[in-house]
């Protein structure tokens, strides 16, 4: 085996936890934000459920407190006693969302040992999972773009766990000799996190869709180009 592509002793497990960690960062967001009363109650996921099922079906913004009260049989104000608006419980709908994201880009950390083709197949898992919400899933893309429109908190956890992926792939690039190390590591994560908006960000992704994957590789390319050694 290519020796440059086997983790340094210990990395490999110092990286999986620091995922395990991003990953766990965004689960908190989802079950914490704009919540009352216990996190863990039968009622909030309930009302998780329904509002998951009225948001995909009839889109968040035609979805009222009273139409998720009644679809669970429960008071509009029986539910603000969970949160404290519709906004909180789109904000916990789509960190749930958000993180299946994560858990993709997660993985893909995890299984592959090049950091180049790391983060070649971050950028393709973007954009395919972007294009694939908003075909197949497109009232939970709206609950994304409001989401950007509307600067939810959800979103900065968001953007922070994929700037700490940036980050891990980047250094362990560097540690292999497979990225250059001149430029500053935190300038590096957030230039590259740039040229990753236009594969997540919602509102952006509407407007590349005809050309979305090939645009991904073109970009991964370059950006890979620039971090050779």
Not at 152 to 172: K, M, P, S
Not at 205 to 229: C, I
Request: aromatic share 8%; charged share 25%; proline share 3%.
């Amino acid at each position: 085996m290519d020796k440059r592509h086997m983790y340094p002793k210990g990395q490999k497990r110092s990286i999986i936890d620091g995922m395990v960690a991003t990953v766990k960062e965004l689960e908190q967001n989802a079950t914490s934000v704009g919540q009352r009363g216990p996190a863990e109650h039968q009622r909030r996921e309930q009302i998780l459920q329904a509002a998951g099922e009225h948001f995909r079906h009839y889109g968040y913004r035609k979805t009222t407190v009273a139409d998720l009260a009644k679809a669970i049989s429960l008071s509009p104000a029986y539910i603000y006693k969970f949160f404290v608006s519709k906004q909180a419980i789109g904000e916990a709908v789509c960190a749930l969302c958000l993180g299946e994201r994560t858990n993709a880009l997660e993985k893909i950390v995890q299984e592959t040992a090049s950091p180049v083709e790391c983060m070649r197949n971050i950028y393709k898992s973007l954009a395919l999972n972007g294009a694939e919400l908003f075909f197949k899933d497109r009232k939970m893309h709206d609950i994304i773009t409001a989401s950007f429109e509307e600067h939810w908190g959800n979103l900065e956890a968001y953007n922070q766990a994929l700037i700490e992926i940036i980050r891990r792939v980047l250094v362990r690039g560097r540690e292999l000799g497979e990225f250059e190390r001149k430029t500053s590591l935190e300038e590096a994560c957030r230039a590259i996190y740039n040229t990753m908006q236009s594969f997540f960000h919602p509102i952006l992704l509407e407007q590349n869709l005809d050309h979305l994957e090939e645009d991904a590789t073109a970009v991964a390319n370059l950006v890979l180009r620039s971090l050779a050694p």
